[in-house]
């Protein structure tokens, strides 16, 4: 009798079952309950390269870019991979839907979201015919989180071809244009009639993913108009969106949150420097969750005053998840200032002169820190053509706390290391101005970054002399000397566009 009902029964069930399926809501971070369904452990990525001989193996580099609830906006990494074409590697924070842009050597590029568990397998005998860009024959998901993954490669591929005139245009718009809420409603009009598009082509179970990255796209846009025009509105609902996922639009989002309370909502010009005070008007303004999301985006480029901020706020937090998440962060920080404390007590100080100035400091990273003492800009340029003659030369004007020239380094660190391998004639010289920092951030940093070079700490009057000449302005810049003594300001815009290729081309 049982069964015979069961049965009777699960014709009507089935479509309820699979309608709940198909329209349930995820639990966002900013709301109340998260806490309660708080993940209790990191999320893993297993991988494993089938169909590779040992010599297949050995030439592949596996790097990802994850981004970050807190901190740098992504850190970057490097698997090593074992002998049998396996690797692993960790989510750095316990948050929902993690995002990942991975890249297995020259063959694939994809996006991973992260919430309990994947697995990747890549058959290179496959890739080597046709590279895969997000998903496509040779990649495959399994685990937990396979089908968010394939769903969401799958978004980005529609986006791509459907909406190619999106992002540019939106990069372009500027906060000060007249027209910019204008401009922005339409733009996100034909976004959301992609998204539908896609909703409509594909059965996705992702809707309110992507729904949210979408509107964290538009939110953190129209909080930077707000931003840059100091226009006041009210934290309401127009401004807090739901957070399914910690993706680049969602960290955009949080951190223009963050900078839009600080500078435009808090009242107090004079104490906008005090973490306590901004932290607890933020406790003040937004719900609780938010409250913490927001608390969670204060910055500081130097390790130790990071580490000390974030010590400060730990006990203002309301919420389990963001506790553990700052608990976190906290403790790698620490290993962090310990190792940099070894390798600081292992480079012992200096006082030699040399062509630029005063070398302080050699680390076995292959870099060189001189305090410079030459008087003009022109000068200081002057030396450092007369160094290296018949070399090509990258100049890196940088700041310690510019995001931006931190967030380049990375790139300059393995075109150098690439140009030493195959002795080409460049040499790296890293000019840092002393404006809003000292001597000591900025040896921390380059020891931190482990940034090989030649590295200046130079007066912000030189470097304000170096844009003059240059037609340049901000950080980071970036001029290029050829060795016939040409010196070239528009060669390089960003260092991550930057090839070997591309430099021993400069050389001609």
Not at 396 to 403: E, K, L, R, V, Y
Request: glycine share 4%; with cysteine.
């Amino acid at each position: 009798m049982k069964v015979y009902m069961i049965a009777l029964l699960l014709p009507l069930w089935l479509p309820c079952i699979l309608y709940a399926q198909k329209n349930i809501e995820p639990i966002s971070l900013a709301d109340k309950s998260y806490d309660q369904l708080s993940k209790k452990q990191l999320a893993k990525v297993t991988g494993k390269i089938l169909n590779a001989n040992q010599e297949d193996l050995s030439k592949i580099r596996i790097q990802y870019s994850i981004v970050n609830l807190m901190g740098p906006h992504q850190s970057n990494a490097t698997i090593s991979m074992n002998a049998d074409g396996t690797f692993e590697f960790t989510q750095t924070h316990n948050a929902p839907y993690q995002q990942v842009w991975f890249r297995l050597g020259d063959y694939a590029y994809t996006c991973l979201y992260l919430q309990e568990d994947l697995e990747l397998i890549f058959d290179l005998e496959k890739l080597k015919r046709n590279k895969v860009y997000m998903i496509g024959d040779g990649i495959s998901f399994s685990g937990k989180d396979a089908e968010v993954n394939r769903q969401m490669n799958a978004y980005i591929l529609f986006d791509k071809e459907h909406n190619p005139d999106f992002y540019k245009p939106l990069r372009e718009l500027e906060p000060k244009d007249p027209h910019f809420q204008q401009k922005l409603d339409s733009l996100f009009t034909i976004q959301r009639n992609t998204n539908t598009a896609f909703y409509k082509a594909h059965s996705t179970t992702c809707k309110p993913l992507i729904d949210a990255v979408t509107n964290a796209q538009y939110t953190f846009k129209l909080l930077d108009y707000y931003l840059t025009n100091r226009i006041k509105k009210e934290i309401g609902d127009d401004l807090l969106i739901p957070i399914y996922s910690i993706s680049n639009e969602v960290s955009e989002y949080c951190r223009f949150l963050n900078y839009y309370t600080k500078y435009v909502l808090y009242p107090d010009n004079e104490s906008r420097g005090d973490v306590v005070k901004v932290s607890d008007y933020i406790t003040k303004i937004f719900p609780d969750n938010y409250a913490d999301i927001v608390n969670l985006k204060f910055e500081d480029n130097d390790i130790q005053t990071q580490n000390t901020m974030y010590r400060t706020l730990l006990p203002k937090l309301r919420s389990a998840w963001a506790r553990e998440n700052l608990g976190i962060e906290i403790r790698n920080l620490t290993a962090k200032q310990e190792k940099l404390k070894r390798m600081l007590d292992t480079a012992p100080t200096k006082a030699v002169q040399s062509s630029f100035g005063t070398l302080i400091k050699e680390f076995p990273f292959d870099a060189a820190l001189s305090v410079n003492n030459t008087k003009t800009g022109a000068e200081l340029l002057q030396t450092i053509k007369a160094k290296y003659p018949n070399k090509l030369i990258l100049l890196d004007i940088w700041a310690t706390w510019c995001g931006p020239c931190l967030d380049q380094m990375p790139y300059s660190k393995k075109l150098h290391h690439q140009a030493k391998e195959e002795k080409v004639p460049v040499e790296f010289i890293y000019l840092c101005t002393d404006a809003s920092s000292d001597q000591q951030k900025w040896i921390n940093k380059v020891a931190e970054l482990e940034q090989p070079g030649t590295h200046l700490f130079v007066e912000n009057n030189l470097i304000s002399e170096l844009f003059s000449l240059f037609n340049r302005s901000g950080f980071p810049t970036y001029v290029v000397i050829k060795p016939n003594g040409e010196i070239d300001t528009k060669a390089i815009s960003w260092m991550s566009g930057v090839t070997l290729e591309k430099l021993k081309e400069m050389m001609k």
